[in-house]
């Protein structure tokens, strides 16, 4: 199903420090997985992806774990920085399905100088 | 290498005016999607589009809302006698094939305020 929230969670770091950022999903029948970053004003970026054949997957200074067991994503983001700060969508699909993202409520994260 | 643009970047409007939101894809893209987001809020998908068809509008309401994205030219979301519950920032997104594993690219989005 679909979360809908009146206020976003936050997450407070400071900068350095790494961070990590939950998304729980509720469709097991969901195959792929987005992180998205949203800066204010602007639109979703796309940071990085996973199938569910994987459990784990790296990028620059980005690490996404898969736990399909508990239906349960992460982004772990390391030496955050200042311009990390941002809200933070994960997003799924499943296979066969046209390219409708059902996306989660989003997480602030606000990094501390 | 310019990515999905839309314009307006904002759009005012009157209770029962009409709001047309456009955007052009990545080049090469042909698929092209539409969301809406209201504030604090994920995306919510509205519908998604190739040259000249629509190929799912299950988020479209039945009413007042229609899509296109014809052969020359943006994909224009098209909002009709808009009420204040229209307000809410208005994304577009392509891609360069249909696969379900496709990273979506998204515009800056075009903020709608029905006054």
């Known amino acids: 199903g679909e979360s809908v929230g009146l206020h976003l969670p936050t997450l407070s770091v400071q900068e350095g420090d790494n961070s990590i950022i939950n998304c729980a999903y509720s469709?097991?029948?969901?195959?792929?997985f987005i992180w998205y970053k949203q800066e204010s004003g602007k639109g979703p970026q796309f940071i990085i992806d996973?199938?569910?054949?994987?459990d784990k997957r790296q990028g620059q200074r980005v690490t996404v774990l898969l736990n399909k067991t508990v239906k349960h994503l992460s982004l772990q983001i390391a030496a955050t920085q200042p311009g990390d700060s941002a809200v933070y969508f994960c997003?799924?699909?499943?296979?066969?399905?046209?390219?409708?993202?059902?996306f989660g409520t989003g997480t602030l994260l606000a990094v501390q100088p | 290498n310019a990515g999905v643009m839309q314009n307006p970047r904002h759009l005012v409007r009157r209770r029962g005016q009409e709001a047309r939101l456009r955007c052009s894809p990545m080049?090469?893209?042909?698929?092209v999607y539409w969301y809406r987001q209201l504030p604090e809020e994920g995306l919510k998908f509205m519908v998604y589009?190739?040259?000249?068809?629509?190929?799912?509008e299950s988020g479209m309401p039945k009413e007042r809302f229609s899509a296109e994205f014809p052969k020359e030219g943006p994909s224009i979301l098209r909002i009709q006698q808009v009420v204040r519950g229209d307000s809410a920032a208005y994304f577009c997104?392509?891609?360069?094939?249909?696969?379900?594993?496709?990273?979506?690219?998204f515009g800056n989005g075009t903020r709608l305020t029905v006054t």
């Open positions: 997003a799924e699909n499943r296979r066969g399905a046209t390219n409708k993202l059902i």
């Open positions: 589009l190739q040259k000249e068809n629509i190929i799912d």
């Open positions: 080049k090469g893209h042909s698929h």
């Open positions: 469709n097991s029948a969901s195959d792929y």
């Open positions: 997104a392509s891609s360069s094939q249909q696969g379900w594993d496709s990273p979506l690219h």
């Open positions: 996973i199938r569910s054949n994987m």
